[in-house]
């Protein structure tokens, strides 16, 4: 009888065991999560479902030795981070990252680092200047759980996981692109094409979400926007910051100008050069900007496009930037940049 | 740590388990025991490491009287002061840490004063360990224990399955099982039925009532208004969120306990099997029930005190069972409740008149699930909301909470895909399927007498094992993506 009863205690703990190994071995392989840093065949394409947990992992877990640090929101995300040639660069940007997000972000980054960063680049979006916006995700929360005990290996066994692990490996064996965004495994993002008239219909659904619930009634400009900035420039006294302006479709832009945004973003890129000094505006009506091949919806400009900005913000020679493109704006230039912005939105 | 985490299952329940039988086997008892004690105190400090003297201390304090009261002469007048001494050390120390706050409001609320709360961190099974020691000091005042090895006692309180949610057991029931010879060596019967026990508890809490916990905080904390289906669906998904988690949990505290040969008393019977509110106290929570009656209920004077008196006792120790599940008047009513419902219930069965087995069922169980809505709601806002919905007050519209939401379990999933069910509202296909398994099915500790010995209760431990480990851990993913 004793005998029948170990049997069935190691029968019962094996065939769990066994499983639990198969699927903690597969997402191990595959790594959704990006905890590891190996690659493979089958990993090289993955879904970014949640980035302030992934790339707040990589931080933890992969070898982290950067002098500069990328910040920013989705459109930033797709900014290839070795194209700032000469310069060792973590693109740190998340989806809807908030300027509040900024500090934890950072700080958490330098601890990681060991040292504070040489440069921090900045891509501002204007939507996030809303004083009501209330996406704001708590840095915290992510830096915890990717700190919590044994947070790597724990998290390997879990079916939710097995699931994303599949799509991963999909998405890696298709030859075209599977998800929206994608990262390789060294933290670079690719999007999904769209074609012509997928693209115009995406703007217009971007702009109409964005008359909704972005710059409609709801727009309060935060004033609190320069202390926030002060504070991150007090809080990295030996740091270069570099800022720049996310470029959105024209359509997009000219939506501000209609719905009487323009005051704010006067604003915005005031309040900026005055606490940095300067800003790479590329958000207004120019070449790249009017061409909606440059793309795949109201906002999401295509990774080449993310080259020229890198390029242009390192005053790295690239004959592909549109003369057009970017425009340094400091206190000597602003009033001027801005009567240039406002005719380009007044004036047919 | 909790019993449901990665750290609990894979290494510390391992590496506990095989250090106290490696001790016991090279005979080294004693150390086996410092080990369980110390393994237990770890348990207890992962939660939060500050309250580990707090636990020390009071059961270094309740050693030190029940020494005295087992050593002090029976007819010794000092005895019920040292008891009463103890007892208010106890609830005193309970008081403090769990129902400052509330008097403090209370006080400030009706005397229009501004005494700044404390705002103090319930320390980690305070309410059990407290319970279960002043149990111990009456037991000893009664000569019905007596313990003065430290390390004995030690692990009578900290004994970490039972330590954070119970069951309470007590003393005299623990302790022989911690010295009989034949529980220190590994026995693959009680592993067997420990390891069904702990998994039939670990999918209970993983698999449904976490699934339940949904609704009922969609319901409860996320919406304004309730439809009439909706409150029934928030309400029932509660009622059954609170048995399978805390079932589960107790099922989980047993069959840890029987991989170390311990025996810990049976806590839930299917208690929405019964047939009577008296029925359901004997089903659920039966440990507590069992404190309250032997501690508090007999030493009112119990039913020995004529008609009148009883009634106020048993109102008396639902009222206490309520505060003692928690520091707010929405807990005091549903004790209330819970009395008032008793003393109706011990007057009928005076009247002699039998009742028909499944009304008898559903008047109990309707009862069971109304009352749960004060425990639940975090304001008395939200209970008459809840109640509201349940009556009809707001509509009829068809239920918006429990719809598919696109996060389905596989097997429900299926079901859906190819058109099986009769609803596409989730809730409602859960709330009928562990409707029935709760009031049909056999409970875990029925399986205690079962034959396992086959390929079915193999496949049955190994497949509920595995499907709750892989559920142990989700992913939370990124709503705003496209911003």
């Known amino acids: ?348 | 740590m909790l019993f449901n985490s990665f750290e609990f299952i894979f290494i510390f329940l391992p590496f506990v388990f095989f250090v106290y039988m490696f001790l016991n086997k090279r005979k080294l008892t004693i150390l086996a025991k410092v080990w369980l004690v110390l393994s237990s105190l770890f348990f207890y400090s992962w939660w939060n490491v500050l309250y580990l003297p707090l636990i020390l201390s009071s059961m270094i304090i309740n050693y030190l009287i029940g020494k005295k009261l087992g050593k002090t002469d029976s007819l010794n007048s000092s005895r019920k002061p040292i008891l009463i001494i103890g007892i208010v050390l106890n609830v005193g120390l309970l008081g403090y840490y769990k129902y400052s706050d509330f008097f403090i409001e209370n006080v400030n609320y009706f005397f229009s004063t501004n005494i700044p709360l404390l705002n103090l961190v319930l320390p980690l099974a305070i309410s059990f360990f407290t319970f279960q020691q002043i149990s111990y000091l009456v037991d000893a005042y009664r000569n019905e224990t007596k313990e003065y090895d430290f390390l004995n006692y030690a692990l009578f309180v900290s004994f970490f399955p039972q330590l954070i949610a119970g069951p309470i057991v007590h003393h005299k029931e623990m302790m022989p099982q911690f010295e009989s010879k034949r529980n220190k060596f590994i026995n693959y019967r009680n592993i067997a039925l420990g390891i069904l026990i702990f998994s039939i508890g670990l999918f209970k809490k993983v698999a449904i009532a976490d699934t339940f916990a949904l609704w009922a905080t969609e319901g409860f904390d996320n919406t304004e208004v309730l439809t009439f289906f909706e409150g029934w669906i928030v309400s029932l998904s509660y009622t059954f969120q609170i048995y399978f988690d805390f079932s589960g949990y107790t099922d989980m505290a047993i069959g840890i306990a029987l991989l170390f040969n311990i025996l810990l008393p049976i806590n839930f019977n299917s208690p929405y099997k019964a047939l009577s509110i008296q029925d359901f106290w004997k089903r659920w929570h039966i440990t507590l029930s069992r404190f309250l009656t032997h501690y508090i209920y007999i030493p009112l004077g119990g039913s020995r005190k004529g008609k009148r008196r009883t009634y106020i006792n048993i109102f008396l120790i639902f009222l206490i069972s309520g505060f003692w599940h928690g520091a707010g008047w929405t807990f005091v009513f549903w004790g209330s409740l819970h009395g008032i419902a008793m003393v109706v219930n011990r007057y009928w069965q005076t009247l002699n008149i039998k009742m028909n087995v499944v009304l008898a069922w559903f008047i109990t169980f309707n009862f069971v699930n109304l009352a749960w809505v004060p425990f639940r709601a975090e304001t008395w806002g939200d209970a008459v909301k809840v109640w509201s919905g349940m009556f009809g007050l707001n509509g009829f519209n068809l239920p918006i909470i429990g719809v598919v939401d696109g996060n389905l379990n596989f097997v429900v999933d299926y079901l859906l895909q190819y058109d099986l069910l009769f609803t596409n509202n989730i809730a409602v296909v859960y709330i009928f399927i562990f409707g029935l398994v709760s009031v049909l099915v056999k409970n875990s500790m029925e399986f205690s007498n079962t034959n396992i010995l086959n390929w079915k209760y193999v496949s049955f431990t190994a497949l509920i094992l595995t499907y709750a480990i892989l559920n142990l851990s989700k992913l939370s993913e990124f709503l705003y993506f496209n911003f």
């Open chain 1, 1 to 348: 009888m004793r005998t029948n009863y170990k049997r069935w205690v190691i029968v019962t703990l094996l065939i769990p065991l066994v499983i639990i190994t198969c699927v903690g071995g597969f997402n191990y392989y595959i790594d959704p999560l990006w905890t590891f840093s190996h690659v493979n065949k089958l990993n090289t394409s993955q879904d970014s479902f949640n980035e302030r947990q992934q790339k707040t992992n990589i931080v933890t877990y992969r070898e982290f030795d950067y002098d500069t640090l990328l910040l920013g929101s989705s459109r930033t995300t797709y900014i290839n981070q070795h194209d700032f040639m000469g310069l060792d660069t973590f693109n740190y940007a998340l989806s809807s990252m908030s300027i509040q997000e900024y500090n934890d972000y950072i700080e958490y980054a330098k601890k990681e680092n060991k040292k504070e960063f040489e440069y921090i680049f900045i891509g501002l979006d204007f939507y996030a200047t809303n004083k009501n916006r209330e996406m704001i995700e708590d840095p915290q929360i992510y830096i915890n759980k990717a700190n919590e005990f044994m947070y790597r290996f724990k998290n390997l066994i879990s079916v939710d996981l097995l699931k994303q692990s599949i799509e991963n490996a999909k998405s890696s064996s298709a030859e075209d692109q599977y998800f929206t965004r994608s990262y390789n495994r060294e933290n670079v993002a690719t999007a999904k094409v769209a074609e012509g008239e997928e693209v115009k219909k995406e703007i217009e659904k971007t702009v109409e979400s964005y008359r909704e619930s972005v710059y409609g009634p709801g727009y309060e400009y935060n004033d609190d926007i320069k202390k926030i900035f002060t504070e991150l420039k007090e809080n990295n006294p030996n740091t270069t910051f570099i800022v720049y302006t996310t470029p959105v479709t024209s359509q997009l832009f000219n939506l501000l100008y209609e719905e009487n945004r323009l005051q704010d973003y006067n604003q915005w890129i005031s309040d900026t050069v005055e606490v940095f000094g300067s800003v790479y505006n590329f958000m207004y009506t120019n070449s790249i900007t009017s061409d909606s091949s440059n793309y795949y919806d109201g906002h999401h400009f295509y990774p080449d496009v993310g080259t020229l900005i890198a390029h242009k913000i390192i005053n790295h020679e690239n004959k592909d930037i549109p003369e057009d493109f970017g425009v340094l704006v400091t206190d000597d230039n602003l009033s001027e940049h801005l009567n240039f912005v406002e005719r380009t939105l007044t004036e047919p």
